[in-house]
């Protein structure tokens, strides 16, 4: 019997996740028990799998999104909207759960903190060089942070101070709600402990692109919108992405010309970036790859941005980037 008010909500988001749903609803039931309890709701965006009978053999409240434009933000609004704990425990459905990580983000929550969110890492760092590389993408010192990602803890009053996730968002809606919670005044915690287990999923190059394009469709996206507020979010990003990508298609360019000279220029930034991110890990190779990958992705997050502009320009609304 669940309780009328429970501490916790766990708000799961998904879309055609399937074997992953089902992992992700295994681990919220091995989860450590927490003082008052928890709910479960998932949250469906038109799955055309059978995600919904998965999440209702797990005794998991499930709302349906309408079919039409459904965006991780829609869904987030629509789990924490109907859900009854102090705070929302808000995870993707191709996640798993860190047993502990309930218990301890609660502990590490002082009155003036919204957010706490622990360490994603990858579920199989070691499947290819995408995982390998993509997996120290989140990786991030812990304390005081500016933003969350997806899997996050926060106070359901912080959420109801900002009105929830911008609906009219198709990627960086986290960060948005992030800024908007600082700008009241509201702190997000990243604390050094594990949370959960990611399964990327990503085998061929379209789907690198296609992730860091919309990653690239964010900066711009956010960039715009945030330009006249208090606390701006990722114009600094957007405009050194603009300048690397460049930089990088002319050093590609001039291969015709000199292509030693190109390859010892290649060469020397990746190794320079590996460096800089050694404290991510000891191993040399996921370095060494890191540090191509930290380039490399300059072209389609810029190729994004330019999405975003062309979209804005012709006054068009783009729907879901999937890049499962």
Not at 49 to 62: E, L, T
Not at 185 to 195: E, L, N, Q, S
Not at 244 to 272: C, D, G, K, N
Request: net charge neutral; with cysteine.
């Amino acid at each position: 019997m669940l309780p009328v008010s429970p501490k916790i909500s766990i708000v799961i988001i998904g879309r055609n996740e399937g074997v992953r749903l089902e992992r992700c609803l295994a681990s919220v039931a091995a989860m450590l028990p927490v003082e008052g309890g928890h709910e479960t709701i998932y949250v469906d965006s038109a799955s055309t799998d059978n995600s919904v009978s998965i999440a209702q053999s797990f005794h998991a409240r499930v709302i349906a999104l309408d079919p039409q434009r459904p965006t991780a933000a829609k869904a987030r609004n629509a789990g924490w909207q109907a859900a009854h704990g102090d705070w929302i425990l808000f995870l993707d459905g191709d996640t798993t759960l860190d047993p502990h990580f309930s218990r301890l983000a609660l502990a590490s929550a002082t009155p003036e903190v919204a957010v706490v969110w622990g360490h994603r890492r990858e579920m199989f760092p070691d499947a290819n060089v995408f995982h390998r590389v993509l997996d120290l993408d989140w990786v991030y010192a812990p304390g005081l942070t500016e933003f969350c990602g997806g899997d996050a803890l926060i106070r359901r009053e912080a959420l109801v101070a900002v009105n929830g996730f911008d609906a009219s968002l198709i990627a960086g809606e986290e960060p948005e709600m992030c800024a908007r919670l600082r700008e009241l005044g509201y702190k997000i915690r990243h604390i050094d402990t594990a949370m959960t287990r990611h399964d990327l999923a990503i085998t061929r190059w379209s789907q690198y692109w296609r992730r860091a394009s919309r990653a690239g469709y964010a900066y711009a996206q956010m960039s715009w919108r945030t330009r006249d507020r208090t606390v701006q979010l990722w114009a600094t990003e957007a405009q050194g992405n603009a300048i690397r990508a460049m930089a990088i298609l002319m050093l590609l360019a001039s291969a015709y010309v000199a292509p030693i000279l190109a390859l010892v220029l290649l060469t020397a930034l990746t190794l320079r970036s590996a460096y800089r991110s050694r404290w991510k890990t000891n191993d040399w190779f996921s370095l060494l790859c890191y540090g191509a990958h930290s380039h490399l992705q300059q072209l389609p997050i810029f190729a994004g941005q330019l999405a975003f502009w062309c979209d804005l320009a012709q006054d068009r609304r783009r729907g879901l980037i999937e890049y499962k």
